[in-house]
């Protein structure tokens, strides 16, 4: 029997929808990294902007609130000259009694080309692809627990701009792994692109062990968990894990997990720090290695333009 | 005596302000959906946008919140290549003690050109164009229980593109009749557009007898309402209506009044169903009938950009 | 020893950040003026857009919420073809207890261009230009009680249209004195353009005498303090002033301190009278001369978007 295809590409096997790195190939992946590493060079110009997207609505669905994730597919939507709407969504239909699919529906009547959905629950850019008329593109900016596939190429991005290749590389993600869907998306898309060893690392309460299961290596030891590592991804701890019981405190995880100079000293004396932002200084990294010459922070953030850029044009390109 | 000029209208009777079709000549609401035809055509196109406001300023002034207006008429605006301004109006000078005529004088020597209107008081948006510079337009996005005019046209737009003529038809409205500045709008651009009947359907106490005075048939049954009619209208039912004084409960409504597939079977067979949307499933109109073929409320949604980009642009390239 | 140059100058002199108008040269401060008469005239032209900024990114970083202030910003950005992105900073990142010049940090690896920071601690917006990459501009657009530099120029614009010659005028400024960052940068800006005489009118409880320190002559009774005034500016009494122990009441204040036709006249015949906005009426100012032949206050606001664009444009077009 045939495989079924994967619901985020079309007949030809191009990217239609982004909802998740899982289940798409290194080639798709690596078309993203491609296109993006264009886009990068236009920081340089006088003008910012290509006709990519002209004429072309994306409109910004957030159902739980981001004003940092939303600016930056506004940024990259303006830049590939897309009109963008920002829906209050919350306040609107949801508070009026509509469904998510009546919502969904009305909004592609309107004509858009791309939804960017943000989602408390795991799923519902999924359910939301799978309801849109042919016309419209749904890019994942986060649901649940389940991914953020657009945070995970920037990562992917970050790692290639400074190793070049992945294939030699040992990758440690540390911290709330079990909540964090920027840990999901980063580990299949690491796995897909070939990285030779992804560790994650932390408390039993946050990394559990059936974690091996998505084909990584768990420790629950920092030290040893970021030994001779070259890229140590630092996930952040929320408020809300802070007291509650599944850690003692934000000083008694900062002492076991937080990154501090001397702890980076396990790792590689060349590896690269990453973060999704934004950072708790003294929780899960020390200021010291946060602005210190490993930490590549802000290029992710710089890279996370293009690499939106790049989801956003290629799917808009690609027809049901 | 002469007749005083509509106050929506120049010397030369051409249309600089849009607050109601109360009063507006049969020739003046032609135009604008002849005009709306010109860009339904435009979402086939590879760039969706046109000029014809490029440079100019159309201000979002919702006094009362609407995220689905007030997308829709900044998605027509884009379309038309102007800069909108979406303003947080009940926050900012609302809240500082400023008078509505001071905050418009103060938006007007912005250089605005276009005011987008909702508010919750019947004739605000009209006591507005009274006092704006002349080269100021406002267009009214629904006030108190008085005029709803684009949402208006775009219902005749969607009439006259499923029916052709008005000539022959007999059109109900259901629901609400009595809150509904839908309905008092419809009503008006129904009659000037020459429908042969226009009924209104619905309790005693949501739609009551004297309505026969605005040209219109009374019924407070539905079947028999909606009895070899060409188009049905249903209203939303506001939430604040369902437990009041006005009616037993919103289970009771849909009993006697909610659409269902078999009490559609006595409009005609070919009869179209319409409604402004939100839709309460279950409320004022069952699932089957809101998704099934006789239903046009997507595209209803879809000619409502067309219909506002003809509204805006035909108001601004007038004088006053 | 040389005097350490002033932050908001480049080694060329040239304006890279507008923070205050203390410390600028009249050149400086005249080359704004001057560049803002060329876009006031862009408002009798058909397509009131220049291309200027096109490609360029300007966040608008309101920590102290002000619609309209906003507003005149994104307005004057979009007409120089800007890309606009409005943040609503204190939901986002302060919220997830982000540093400031973290959250700077990462807007500015976004590829911003210019950054307007309206802060409700004086000196915030010095802060960050102390922070921020090379390729950012930063513009005060109203810090604590420092300086309101935009307000103080789009003042100086309006003098300078209706009175021509700075060297001749005695300039009032009445009201809440000692809480306004429009009536110190007003001072700043008059002082440096040369102004004859400028005079600080109001309560000792908001006009101290030490006010004597700035340059200025100090007036307690409005009568004396507009006499023979070429300009009369009225600030706005913050309602938190109005019933605290600084003032007796509102109807007191404007009993003595209120602009009316009568005490308007001590001033000269041909006073214009101008007011930041919003006004209260019959606190601060009556009506009548509100509304009446005197008054400059709508110009104020149309000269307003010129001269954001002028200092946008200005600062944007120079190398840190």
Request: hydrophobic share 45%; charged share 20%; net charge neutral.
């Amino acid at each position: 029997m045939a495989r079924p295809r994967n619901p985020q590409l079309n007949a030809n096997g191009e990217l239609i929808h982004f909802i998740t790195p899982e289940g798409l190939s290194r080639d798709v992946l690596t078309h993203i990294l491609d296109t993006a590493s264009n886009f990068v060079s236009l920081n340089d110009r006088e003008v910012k902007k290509v006709p990519l997207l002209r004429g072309k609505s994306v409109f910004n669905l957030f159902f739980e609130n981001s004003t940092r994730t939303r600016t930056t597919f506004e940024i990259a939507a303006k830049r590939l000259s897309a009109d963008v709407f920002n829906l209050d969504i919350a306040k609107s239909s949801a508070a009026k009694g509509e469904s998510l699919l009546d919502t969904i529906a009305n909004l592609s009547a309107m004509a858009a080309d791309i939804f960017v959905v943000r989602h408390q629950d795991s799923g519902a850019p999924f359910l939301i692809a799978q309801h849109v008329a042919p016309h419209v593109h749904v890019v994942n900016a986060g649901d649940g627990r389940h991914a953020h596939p657009t945070q995970a190429m920037l990562d992917m991005f970050t790692i290639r701009h400074f190793k070049q290749d992945f294939s030699n590389l040992r990758v440690a993600i540390v911290g709330d792994v079990l909540h964090s869907r920027v840990a999901r998306s980063d580990i299949h898309a690491l796995t897909t692109l070939g990285a030779a060893e992804v560790r994650v690392v932390g408390p039993r309460t946050l990394v559990p062990a059936d974690f091996t299961q998505m084909g990584v290596r768990v420790f629950h030891q920092l030290e040893e968990g970021i030994q001779d590592c070259d890229v140590v991804i630092m996930l952040r701890l929320q408020h809300e894990r802070m007291n509650g019981a599944l850690l003692p405190s934000s000083q008694e995880y900062f002492h076991q997990y937080g990154l501090t100079p001397e702890k980076l000293r396990h790792a590689k004396p060349d590896a690269i720090v990453m973060h999704p932002g934004p950072i708790n200084r003294g929780v899960e990294i020390a200021s010291e290695v946060a602005d210190g010459p490993q930490s590549v922070i802000l290029p992710q953030v710089t890279f996370g333009i293009a690499v939106r850029m790049a989801v956003m044009s290629i799917v808009a390109g690609n027809e049901a």
